[in-house]
């Protein structure tokens, strides 16, 4: 059986691990001197209790290492088998890198095809999802590859962040940008496409940024069939609102809402909440 592989930077239903047999290698997260194994030593209410507590520091990601992954494919796997490895998008994060060293380091003991998503988040679990589906109809890696391909860059993230001060703190917009966002108290829209995270508009209201987020969604795909899904940091009200108008909207042939990984809601704050568009054609 092929075995499917993707990191903490990819947002994956507990269920869907389960039942799409997904293994998720974590993300490192800092507070300061101390590091904590994502999902292992810090789950979500553990995370933004920690993040309310104004005494730590800002927290931070680095990506598991080569020798963490490793020692991830020898823990779950058996010798020979092969294993494809989706990862969040290379343009942002050394994970990639980390897995292709990793593959590199046990070849000859495992087949480990990895694969550069240019994306995150639940189009990344989405990813996953199909690849397993693909792989359960009798489909070959090397198919399942060339669909991934395929469909790399119709994976639409969309997400309204609630401040830029984790983006500016993360490196993602500069301190000036960020600045004359919080004076004006403007939401940000940001969209994940080519591998990069790009601000492209802020409107004053969150209202108006959740319409905004919707319309967005709307001019890119049109009637196109999608998977359809929302994620949010701590917002869950929002997320439940976004995806109940989004099912007004689109031509959607499944639904889901998830938590933002800790990964992500470091990078972009609590209170983002986005939509997630990918191909069901």
């Not at 799409?20 to 590091?35: A, W």
């Not at 395929?150 to 639409?156: E, G, L, N, T």
């Not at 689109?250 to 983002?272: Q, R, W, Y």
């Amino acid at each position: 059986m092929l075995r499917i592989v993707t990191d903490g930077a990819a947002d994956i239903l507990p269920a869907w691990e389960k039942e799409f047999d997904i293994h998720v290698i974590p993300i490192n997260v800092h507070f300061g001197e101390k590091t904590y194994i994502q999902n292992v030593e810090l789950n979500f209410d553990q995370f933004y209790k920690m993040v309310d507590e104004k005494s730590n520091p800002f927290p931070k990601t680095s990506q598991p290492s080569p020798h963490q992954f490793v020692e991830f494919y020898k823990n779950n796997f058996e010798t020979g088998d092969t294993i494809l490895s989706i990862h969040i998008t290379s343009k942002l994060s050394g994970t990639y890198a980390s897995a292709v060293s990793a593959a590199e380091e046990l070849k000859g003991t495992y087949n480990i095809v990895t694969f550069d998503s240019l994306g995150g988040s639940l189009g990344t679990g989405f990813m996953c999802r199909a690849a397993r589906i693909m792989e359960r109809e009798g489909k070959s890696v090397d198919e399942i590859i060339r669909y991934l391909e395929s469909i790399r860059d119709q994976v639409h993230v969309i997400l309204t962040l609630d401040t830029l001060e984790y983006a500016r703190r993360s490196g993602r917009v500069g301190t000036l940008s960020a600045a004359m966002a919080s004076i004006l108290n403007v939401k940000p829209i940001a969209l994940l496409q080519n591998g990069l995270v790009n601000m492209v508009e802020k409107v004053r209201t969150r209202k108006t940024a959740l319409e905004r987020v919707l319309s967005l969604g709307k001019e890119t795909v049109g009637d196109k069939p999608v998977h359809l899904g929302v994620v949010h940091a701590r917002d869950i009200e929002s997320a439940r609102a976004l995806l109940e108008e989004a099912k007004k909207h689109f031509n959607f042939k499944s639904e889901v809402m998830t938590d933002l990984s800790i990964s992500l809601a470091i990078n972009f704050g609590p209170g983002t909440v986005g939509l997630v568009l990918f191909p069901a054609e």
